[in-house]
């Protein structure tokens, strides 16, 4: 099983390299990409590139690509896509044979890791940034550009046939999360949000999966008990995510302890979801190609003052990282703008996870409560869908 996720992962990056790499150094107008990294300090983008048996990076390995050229400026051939170029032998210094490279393949810009605006893109360490300066001969080095928009783009930018991978495991994590908020793992009385979060955390782990951040579990409840432990009448909610077959989930949920003889939760608290539901329905339909996430954010937040809706929009993408390059659209305390992030604009074929909130006069409780939902969805560059549907109403435990 292992084997073959490996070959399939082998497989897709192939075909990545050669459908993506192109026409991103055409969109960002970049001639040549130069990734540096050193084993156990690797590049976010590098590591991307590597193959499936390499839980690491080599010595110092530096990557070269082109349109139609992809070589590995290292003694190791880094698995089938980067031939390697650089015999100690005959050049003792990997440096230099960078140097010569580049000057025979006379690129008028060649990109690296950094990125002022996001980690993701912003790998090259200060050390390898400044063995590379002093490498390049000063005509070659003039040349030298950040690569940030290069490497955002190559993140967050998915084949379109990885977007059924995206939805298998936003249904797998869905399936999880569910399995939470039942008597499979909350016993009222007993259950305390600390033990749910682990419940969890050992779920995913023994079902071979990954987790890329600690769940979190928090109770709104009528009354002012501020006790962890889960009794009926509350109102729970989950912030929860998985690695699978390589690509993150987030996801948010609210669920409802019925208490003795109720069948179902307050009305209000179903009302107060599909208030919510309502301002994903008004930030989705912002979602224009071109668009930056700022440009988003205001015209969405503007939408929803128009209905007198409370809201905040903290949305992000979604891929290889759970926090992932590409467009922010608001956080949650920078609700006019994100600087650098939110002034990314919105690509087709990129995913996110619609994380927002609205706040909403719940009477049976004869108080507020706040609706925090966070769903995974694709942008195809017309269209914004769900890869597994959202949440329209309490679970119920």
Known sequence: MLR??????????RRRLDALVPRLLDETGVDCWVLIGREYAEDPVLRTMLPADWLSARRTTILVLTKDRRVAVSRYPVGENFEAIWNPEDEPDQWRRLDALLAEIDPD?????????????????????????????????????????????????????????????????????????????????????????WWYRQTVHDEGYDS????????????????????????????????????????????????????????????????????????????????????ILRAALDRCEQEELDALIYTHSIGVHGHGAGMTIGLWDQQQGVPGA???????????????????????????VRFMLEQDAWFDGTDVTWLDGRQTEPHLI
């Open 342 to 368: 939110g002034d990314h604009q919105l690509f087709p074929d990129t995913a996110y996870s619609i994380e927002l909130s609205a706040t909403q006069f719940v009477p049976e409780w004869d108080s507020d």
């Open 109 to 197: 810009t060649i990109a690296i890791g950094t990125s002022p605006h996001q980690a993701h893109a912003d790998g090259l360490t200060v050390s390898m940034h400044d063995r590379l300066r002093s490498a390049l001969r000063p005509e070659i080095a003039d040349r030298v550009v950040s690569g940030g928009d290069l490497g955002i783009r190559w993140l967050e930018t998915r084949l379109p046939e990885e977007r059924a991978t995206l939805a298998e495991a936003t249904s797998v994590a869905h399936g999880i999360l569910r399995r939470g908020l039942s008597h499979e793992a909350i016993t009222p009385g007993s259950t305390t949000t600390d033990d749910l979060v």
């Open 212 to 295: 890329w951040f600690q769940p979190s579990v928090s109770i709104q409840r009528q009354s002012d008990d501020p006790t962890a432990v889960i009794v009926e009448g509350d109102f729970l909610h989950v912030d929860f995510g998985i690695v699978f077959d390589g690509m993150c989930t987030d996801q948010q949920e609210h669920a409802y302890v019925l208490k003795d003889g109720e069948d179902g939760a307050p009305a209000g608290l179903t009302t107060g979801i599909r208030t919510a539901n309502r301002v994903q329905d008004i930030l989705l339909s912002e979602f224009i190609t071109g668009r930056t996430g700022n440009e």
């Open 4 to 13: 073959n996720r490996a070959q399939r992962a082998d497989a897709l990056l």
